[in-house]
């Protein structure tokens, strides 16, 4: 549905109203313009009428000084005569120029006058006319807006209620499809139904069935668990009193002075040749070695041996910046000294504050006799199938 809109012709009252105030403007541009022109003229007439006035004036002193000058030969009465009879004419001729400039003056003050006075009525009724025209116009755009929403709102509820009847012949459609898929799917429902209650209840005797076995093994492998453990354990004991598998302890102790820092450890003299110390980071760390060998003769051709290798190492956090370079190390019966200067105060810079590292829980760790045997076991696997 379209809306027409109000007709643009040349005809039509609104047209004609913007027309006549165009044309009104137009005439008020004109006469503006005739004015200015005038006033123009006028300037130019009064200054034409002075100028005429000045040359005749410098004519007449022209004529008036070559008489006075002829004049002045015949005596100085002549020469009053004249000048009482140029005096006269000047008076004369500045009263006719006077009158003619004041008349004309007045002709156009009066042409100003009567032609703003007629542009000023055209104007008023250019105005009356645009307004008539344009009441009409509005008069005439109100009917037509009335008689187009009186169509609309009938055309309107035609429309609702041909909707109203199609949405109402869908509905009816959709129910009865909606009651045969309804239908369809109760049917589908209860063959569904029937089908997975008899794979679950094979299903359910199947799993029973693996189970019971899984419970077997399991109870059979529980019990050979339980005695690898007891024999691991018990070898487990034994090696703890084993002073082989013992922490050494160096009974170190770390001592900072003004100028250094001195560790001290107990180190045995037959091992001190084997004792080392480094710096890393900010870390002062001594380590070392061990080995003994040993081998006994049973009986000849029959003997037995061991031969035994440990290392260790011990690490202490300093404080201050040191000169790794001048680190000495000393023995003292069987003790070790190890001294490790400090550098020099204007050197140090504070470390970077270190991020602690997440705690980790691991399980502890058992020596490689206690490992149990990997033992392979055909474990039936469960698996639940999606019942179609």
Known sequence: MSISSPSNSDDSPLFKAYSAEREASRRIESAGQSVKDAQTAAQLSLERVQDTFEKQNAAESARNQLALQNQQLKGYE??????????????RLRTSGEKELSQLSDYYTKSKINLEQSSRQQLDQAQRQSQIALDETQKKNTTDLENFKTQSRFELQNEIEKSEELLKQQ????????????????????????????????????????????????????REIRENTSKQLSNYANRLEDPFYKLINLQAELNETSNAFILTAQIPEHEQE?????????????????????????????????????????????????????????????QVIIRVPKKNQYAFKTPPPKTPEKLKVEHPHLPAALTAPVQSHNIPTLELKTLE
């Open 171 to 222: 509905k009816e459609a959709q129910l009865k499809e909606y009651d045969k898929l309804k239908n369809n799917l109760e049917l589908n429902s209860s063959l569904s139904k029937n089908r997975f209650d008899e794979k679950l209840n094979n299903t359910i005797q199947q799993h029973k069935q693996l189970l019971d076995d899984i419970e077997t093994r399991a109870s059979e492998q529980v």
């Open 274 to 334: 084997h004792i080392s110390t480094s710096i890393k980071g900010d870390n002062l760390i001594i380590s070392g070695y061990r080995r003994n060998e040993e081998t006994q003769e049973i009986e000849p051709g029959h003997s037995q041996g061991t031969s035994t290798f440990q290392t260790f190492h011990e690490s202490f956090p300093l404080s201050w910046p040191v000169d790794e370079n001048r680190l000495t190390k000393e023995f003292a019966g069987n």
């Open 78 to 91: 002549q020469v009053r005569d004249l000048q009482r009879s140029q005096q006269t004419d000047l008076r």
